[in-house]
């Protein structure tokens, strides 16, 4: 493995100056398309801010030092750990978090794949292993075996679903029309 793991958020040092002080700060940011505003606490992490404050349970909280990759959630379309990112550093920044990857109930072209491949075990590591996933599926041009290994190197599964996990990507990597966070029909 090499390079360094892009899932790791840099933390402003305005805002990090901000939660030293503690107290509350102004945040305007995009999540799943639509727009929230309002104030957070400035010690207050991505995964609460999405969990606690929005109610958006999906994202999961795991070890809590960007090395599980549970709490991945796509920030400007970067896939990024949400349990050591202030919830202040994402202001004018779009969040995309599982629930919004599907669609009407519908599950993604991703999705689906995870399910017939046999990607998904208990599940919990799952929204983060979509997440990042998708963002792989978005990002390269060509399929490379090594690179999404490497790629998906922050997510890790207890239940040993690497390998459902990396035929489903595959799987959706050839169809290109479904390489996109939309949903379709399964
Ligand atoms: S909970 Fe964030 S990396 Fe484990
Ligand atoms: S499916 Fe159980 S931890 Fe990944």
Redesign the pocket.
Known sequence: MSGADP?VPESTDATAQLASEGGYVALSTSVNGGEWRGMVPTTQSL?DFIRDTLGLTGT?????????????VLVDGEPT????MLAADADARELLTIEGVSQDGNASALQAALVRNVGIQCGYCTP?QVMSAQAFLTSHEEWDERAARTWMR?N?CRCGSYAGILAAMREVFECPSRRSTTAVDT
């Open positions: 899932r995964l999961k909280r795991g070890c809590e030092w960007m090395v599980c990759g549970a709490c991945t750990y949400s349990c050591n983060g922050g890790i």
